[in-house]
């Protein structure tokens, strides 16, 4: 693998996607064609505040299936939050696990399945392929704009002793079904339609650059890209249907390209800190983003045309050192958009913690596909400069 | 569905994807995944010739598979020879099943595969989702760069009794598993590169102005159009290896986006011409293509930009026309490009059955996602324009 490299091997695998305005009404019959009986529904109390649990609820009883509520789920899903959520599964006797919500509730959904079929601690499931077992059936229905859990190999969870994110890597872990409704979105508070695109960005921005790359996942990276230089700004001003929909598809488009391609440096820093401060994932992403693009520049510059393309410039002619100013001014107009904090220490991130982030992070599973090799003191150079 | 309707729902469902050079010797440890012990592997004698079939059995071997070696499939595949095959297949006690080949080789595969569980006829299982039980393991691995069979829902059988051709369409028909050797290019006899290449541009162009198309499959088939315009005509002449990979890619990314998106009247007219004829299915479709492009371009303005732009022009700013008349002048470049014959009459096509193919095409489920409602008049009228 490497840039180096075009012709290299690939992967690509997505679950079953359904996307479209008020399809939250075939939950049900999704559930029910995995053969569902008693559904375990893992969501949370906004949702449920929203009405959309109460949609897919119906939904449920409309399609002939006894059903579970869970709703404990709080962000940044905590270890005990899953063994909670495990215990009731197993209690209630329930089937096809359905997860409606943010990277949350999702992430909660894919960590009660492994329990449900692998038992054992959550912990136990850290890094790569260390699920053995097939998950019981999973339907992922997103209600926010960033998280690609509906699509990904990914399930990132809070371990409350260590105080740090669990990355759970795995096939198993991507759902049967993954299955969009925008409408969803416009309950989503502004605060966290703004974060959660920017989210969608960074895994957009970070999947593109990623040395696991291939033409699979850079046309659903692009088109994220495409998708939130043409409609974020608007969607947050004016919150109109098609608007939120291009949010909606930039998510997916975008889950889709990082779930194959990976992720980076930004995302590799992003864990540890989560894990520390119970920040805002896609606020820390926001921050580190413009620096991590500032360092990777250097080593990508054979695809910076196409990703100053997709972000709506046309590079051709132009100087390296000018598309790149363009792409971050776009990148940082897009930031704007989502009203982003800058800066590390306004996300409560403590200076003399920097040194053991950037030690912590150099575990992180992200930096496997960095494109630019990095080491502890370049790591904190990106944390100092993002402080 | 519609192109006044942007806001759609849509479905997007790929296999596992495995695609880089050399990777055909990960077929034994794909077939062992999906459970396999004794593989029946469907190939044909010029696969075997060309050496990809011992490579394949080599593969199977080094997993400690057991396997039956069954080659009797030719072009435009019999019914009787799915039913040979099946019968063999049950006789051997196998299970996992493995398609090597292009189209014929594969949907002969699918087709022993459909039989498998399902038993009956193949006839039985003609149209949209007529098969209720799940296929056997299916793993497919295309030698040619146009079919896509090795991503679709779709299967094509020739019926020796009717003389015309079964299209079975259904989820269960996708593979498990898509597997691209692009290296099985180097073999390909030149006639059938040219065509089966042409067979994914017809793809590509018929998804990319389907009623069922969304950014889903509008980003594979351009990114098909891109690959083909940047490397078909190279690759034709001077055979170099990252040329016949961009093909390889194209195809898939054309199979990608016309599996779930669907096709068009190209593909509609030239079911029962190869069902009638047996003629080479990416000739047909070569000779129908721009007469039905020039029959679509009216009802498709609002995609015509994307259109031109994927086929490597800058439409910004010019007329309509000419934008249409420079994406056909490409479109015929790519057609010349597979030296693509012209004229039905130069296939065999007896003029007198003009009006019984119009008829028959009415019938075909591609027409179901045609952007342009058609009928028999004006689908005879296509057929006489590209007499």
Redesign the interface.
């Given at each position: 693998m490497g840039f180096d490299n075009?012709?290299?091997?690939?992967?690509?695998?997505?679950p079953?996607?359904?996307?479209?305005?008020g399809?939250l009404n075939q939950v049900g019959s999704c559930a029910k064609r995995l053969g569902g009986k008693k559904v375990f529904l893992v969501s949370d109390e906004g949702l449920l505040r929203a009405g959309w649990v109460d949609r897919v609820m119906k939904s449920l009883q409309d399609a002939g299936l006894d059903f579970v509520l869970f709703d404990q789920v709080t962000s940044n899903p905590k270890d005990f939050e899953i063994e909670a959520g495990f215990n009731e599964y197993v209690a209630q006797g329930a089937d096809v696990i359905v997860g409606l919500g943010g990277g949350s509730a999702m992430d909660a959904a894919k960590g009660i399945a492994i329990l449900g079929s692998n038992g054992g601690r959550i912990q136990d499931y850290r890094g790569i392929d260390q699920i053995h077992r097939p998950l019981p059936p999973l339907v992922l229905c997103p209600t926010t704009c960033g998280t690609g859990s509906d699509v990904s190999q990914f399930a990132v969870i809070n371990d409350s002793t260590e105080k740090c994110k669990l990355t759970i890597m795995s096939r198993c872990v991507a759902p049967d079904i993954s299955l969009t409704d925008p409408d969803t979105l416009e309950t989503l508070p502004d605060e966290f339609l703004g974060s959660s695109a920017i989210d969608a960005l960074s895994h957009a921005v970070e999947a593109y650059f990623s040395v696991a790359a291939?033409?699979?996942t850079d046309?659903?990276a692009?088109?994220a890209l495409t998708?939130l230089a043409k409609s974020f700004s608007r969607a947050v001003k004016e919150r109109r249907?098609?608007d939120l929909?291009d949010l909606s598809?930039a998510s997916?488009?975008a889950g889709m390209a990082f779930s194959n391609a990976l992720l980076g440096i930004s995302h590799a820093l992003a864990h540890p800190i989560g894990g520390l401060y119970d920040a805002n994932h896609g606020h820390v992403n926001a921050v580190l983003l413009p620096e991590v693009l500032r360092y990777d520049f250097p080593v990508v510059e054979r695809k910076l045309a196409g990703f100053a393309a997709a972000l709506g410039h046309n590079p051709v002619g132009i100087e390296t050192k000018y598309v790149e100013e363009m792409a971050l001014e776009t990148v940082d107009q897009l930031l704007d958009a989502g009203n982003a904090p800058r800066g590390l220490r306004n996300l409560g991130v403590r200076e003399e913690d920097l040194s053991s982030l950037a030690a912590k992070a150099l575990d992180d599973v992200c930096l496997l596909t960095s494109p630019r090799q990095t080491d502890q003191e370049d790591l904190l150079g990106i944390l100092k400069r993002s402080y």
């Amino acid at each position: 693998m490497g840039f180096d490299n075009p012709n290299q091997h690939c992967k690509f695998e997505v679950p079953e996607i359904i996307f479209g305005r008020g399809l939250l009404n075939q939950v049900g019959s999704c559930a029910k064609r995995l053969g569902g009986k008693k559904v375990f529904l893992v969501s949370d109390e906004g949702l449920l505040r929203a009405g959309w649990v109460d949609r897919v609820m119906k939904s449920l009883q409309d399609a002939g299936l006894d059903f579970v509520l869970f709703d404990q789920v709080t962000s940044n899903p905590k270890d005990f939050e899953i063994e909670a959520g495990f215990n009731e599964y197993v209690a209630q006797g329930a089937d096809v696990i359905v997860g409606l919500g943010g990277g949350s509730a999702m992430d909660a959904a894919k960590g009660i399945a492994i329990l449900g079929s692998n038992g054992g601690r959550i912990q136990d499931y850290r890094g790569i392929d260390q699920i053995h077992r097939p998950l019981p059936p999973l339907v992922l229905c997103p209600t926010t704009c960033g998280t690609g859990s509906d699509v990904s190999q990914f399930a990132v969870i809070n371990d409350s002793t260590e105080k740090c994110k669990l990355t759970i890597m795995s096939r198993c872990v991507a759902p049967d079904i993954s299955l969009t409704d925008p409408d969803t979105l416009e309950t989503l508070p502004d605060e966290f339609l703004g974060s959660s695109a920017i989210d969608a960005l960074s895994h957009a921005v970070e999947a593109y650059f990623s040395v696991a790359a291939s033409t699979l996942t850079d046309v659903n990276a692009a088109q994220a890209l495409t998708l939130l230089a043409k409609s974020f700004s608007r969607a947050v001003k004016e919150r109109r249907a098609d608007d939120l929909e291009d949010l909606s598809r930039a998510s997916l488009h975008a889950g889709m390209a990082f779930s194959n391609a990976l992720l980076g440096i930004s995302h590799a820093l992003a864990h540890p800190i989560g894990g520390l401060y119970d920040a805002n994932h896609g606020h820390v992403n926001a921050v580190l983003l413009p620096e991590v693009l500032r360092y990777d520049f250097p080593v990508v510059e054979r695809k910076l045309a196409g990703f100053a393309a997709a972000l709506g410039h046309n590079p051709v002619g132009i100087e390296t050192k000018y598309v790149e100013e363009m792409a971050l001014e776009t990148v940082d107009q897009l930031l704007d958009a989502g009203n982003a904090p800058r800066g590390l220490r306004n996300l409560g991130v403590r200076e003399e913690d920097l040194s053991s982030l950037a030690a912590k992070a150099l575990d992180d599973v992200c930096l496997l596909t960095s494109p630019r090799q990095t080491d502890q003191e370049d790591l904190l150079g990106i944390l100092k400069r993002s402080y």
